[in-house]
């Protein structure tokens, strides 16, 4: 249950609170409005024991929370004040256990809530399971009564293994600014753009809804080219589908028309890297396992085969499918958001479960006996040690068999039959339509972020048909010409991100890292960033600055290798954090509410002079201790090596393209 408990307990809210079974136990009814909504608590003001001696609560200042760089909001500090005055509070620490115990019993509430959905839908109790992938997994089996293979040959285990991977991420144009009457600066002698970006519905739903490999896998007799000749004739819905292991090669001419975005994306370790990574490029690929509707489709616009080395067969059949379809069913009729996303994780995470990598299993033991720890000290699969205290260590041994119990061909048919969706809309729908008057910006696994050359792109979708039948546009305005919910929510239909509103312009740093504009309203992702530094310490103008300054800000640059100016970077950060929260306690004290839920607030600080560093504070565990801890960290780099960047540091080529001279 991925969410906050305060909207968790917000979910269950009803006029007689007979969700809360557990808070009604241990409170009267009259007291149900003040015990049934989370609670606040001053976290950073209780720094010794003795504030819990306080004997009065203290101000709303106190409750602020460094962690997401927020105040409370005048309702919740006076639902506290309501709370401590009820219930006879004398001292903090009293409060404090009332606090605590609300708390625990509203978890209780929700767990045994969600137990009920779980049980009156799918007949197992989510009690009995560690994770909710576990859960959802039997949740199929027992839902579709599916008899799976388990695969004993080694060869074809490692065979599929070689053949994962996942959803691919890229910036493939990393600056763009839209141009028609609805931005600001429009310059009517300029070509009219817009930037559109495009998210695909339960992507990953979707695929598992086609034709999911079974069973019967047996390597293919014949001669492998003759099963490559028959490919053309294959088709998605057939019983038996293959698993080929081909040589591709990519031909010259294709290098311009696909640069955005290549077929058949494999992991490699980018020229002048360390780190190996799923790219789409034009190099050469040698014993490449992939589905075979990916390989069809790649030859369909012009990759070549060299070379075809195995055919695995399988049968196959939807019987995915009903599960999905129920689950997506019941997300259209959630009553709130937990519930809604709580339907899509359970798709997701039954795909996730069934490639699991077992060779990520860790064997390790409690131990407070020194006899014992001796023992398996001495054994020569002994890892390392770690001791908690004088009387409790955990010993980590390395592995000596793997037990390879998973269905590795549906996650890999997931992934791949993903891919086929993304190719498909990007070349068949959006390609064959605007031809090169479309350029593909951004993609991340199921986004797809463009920038199209038309007069209206809205127009474009009411004339045609073949366009408009792969949107989902019920997130429009109800009087806006394409609103229909006639594919709201269908799984493998593309959503507006931004529904019908206008994006002025895009900046992308590198992969997982960038930031958009829509009417005025800023939206920054970037991955490993907290969310109070990507709202209150990041501006889409430093995303500029660092992509087109002329002195390279990243950190494989000759000036941030330099170890003074590195330091003298993270020295402005920290000090331009400080100022930033002194910025944040002005405006909270001049306001009469903070509400921390807009996308990007007006009292971000612009750091003077600018660093690419930003301070993260983040709660971690170590040894089972947790910790409040605050790291310096790189966030503005523009040093993307999974693309070839041009000197304009805007344009990219795929690695491999016959223009890039290494």
């Known amino acids: 249950m991925a969410s906050s408990l305060a909207h968790l307990a917000e979910n269950l809210s009803s006029a007689n609170f007979d969700k809360f079974r557990e808070v009604a136990k241990v409170f009267a009814p009259s007291e149900m409005s003040l015990v049934t909504r989370k609670g606040v608590y001053p976290y950073e003001y209780t720094d010794s024991w003795d504030k819990l001696q306080v004997p009065s609560l203290p101000d709303k200042f106190q409750f602020y929370s460094a962690l997401t760089e927020t105040h409370v909001c005048d309702e919740d500090y006076d639902h506290a004040i309501r709370v401590w005055n009820h219930f006879g509070c004398t001292t903090l620490g009293a409060y404090s256990d009332l606090y605590l115990k609300v708390d625990v019993l509203l978890s209780a509430d929700v767990f045994e809530n969600f137990r009920d959905i779980c049980m009156a839908t799918y007949h197992l109790d989510p009690a009995h399971y560690y994770t909710s992938p576990g859960f959802s997994f039997d949740c199929m089996l027992h839902f579709t009564k599916v008899q799976l293979e388990l695969l004993i040959d080694f060869e074809k285990v490692l065979f599929l293994e070689s053949g994962t991977r996942g959803g691919l991420v890229q910036a493939s144009k990393r600056h763009a600014r839209a141009n ?55 088709r998605a819905t057939d019983d038996i589908g293959r698993f080929y292991e081909v040589d591709i090669i990519y031909s010259q001419d294709l290098h311009d028309v696909q640069n955005d975005l290549p077929f058949l994306p494999h992991s490699s370790i980018p020229h002048g890297s360390t780190v190996r990574k799923l790219m789409a490029t034009f190099q050469r690929k040698e014993h490449y396992v992939v589905h075979y509707m990916n390989l069809k489709q790649a030859m369909a616009h012009g990759v070549v085969v060299e070379k075809t080395h195995r055919v695995l067969e399988f049968r196959q059949s939807p019987w995915l499918a009903p599960y999905i379809n129920l689950n997506t069913e019941l997300r259209k009729q959630a009553k709130n958001k937990f519930e809604e996303k709580f339907f899509k994780d359970l798709n997701n995470s ?32 002994f890892k390392y040690c770690t001791t908690y205290n004088e009387n409790l260590s955990v010993v980590t041994q390395h592995t000596k068999e793997v037990d390879f119990c998973k269905p590795i061909y549906i996650g890999f048919a997931v992934l791949e039959l993903s891919k086929v969706v993304m190719y498909g809309f990007h070349y068949d729908v959006m390609k064959r339509h605007y031809g090169d008057k479309i350029e593909l910006l951004y993609t991340d696994t199921d986004s797809l972020f463009y920038r199209v050359t038309t007069n209206d792109f809205f127009v474009d979708l009411m004339k045609n048909p073949n366009l408009m039948r792969f949107m989902d546009t019920s997130n429009f305005p109800h009087d806006h010409m394409c609103y229909t919910t006639a594919r709201k929510r269908i799984p493998g239909c593309f959503k507006f991100e931004c529904g019908s509103r206008t994006v002025y312009e895009f900046v992308a740093l590198r992969a997982k890292s960038y930031a958009y504009d829509v009417e005025e309203e800023i939206t920054i992702r970037a ?75 007006s009292h971000v600080y612009s750091y003077m002079p600018f660093t690419p560093y930003r301070e993260n504070v983040s709660i971690r565990s170590f040894k089972h201790e947790l910790r409040t801890i605050r790291t310096m960290k790189l966030v503005l780099n523009r040093a993307d090596d999974k693309r070839h960047v041009l000197p304009d540091n805007i344009s990219t080529y795929a690695h491999g393209h016959h223009r890039i001279n290494y």
């Open 527 to 601: 991955k490993g960033v907290m969310g109070h530094v990507m709202r209150n310490h990041l501006t889409f103008a430093e995303h500029k600055r660092c992509l087109f300054a002329d002195v390279d800000d990243d950190a494989e640059s000759d000036e941030c290798d330099n170890e003074f100016d590195a330091s003298m970077g993270k020295m402005i950060a920290a000090d331009s954090a400080l100022k930033a929260v002194a910025q944040i306690h002005r405006n909270a004290s001049t306001s009469a509410t903070n509400s921390p839920s807009t996308t990007h607030p």
């Open 180 to 234: 028609n009457p609805e931005t600001p600066g429009y310059n009517a002698e300029e070509p009219n753009t817009s930037l559109i970006y495009l998210d695909a519905n339960n992507l990953y739903g979707y695929a598992m809804c086609q034709y999911m490999p079974i069973g019967d896998f047996v390597w293919y007799s014949g001669n492998p080219e003759v099963a490559l000749a028959q490919l053309e004739w294959m």
């Open 350 to 381: 039954v795909y996730g479960k069934t490639f699991e990598n077992m060779r990520l299993r860790i064997n390790l033991e409690l131990v407070s006996c020194p006899v014992r720890m001796r023992k398996l000290i001495n054994r020569p699969t």
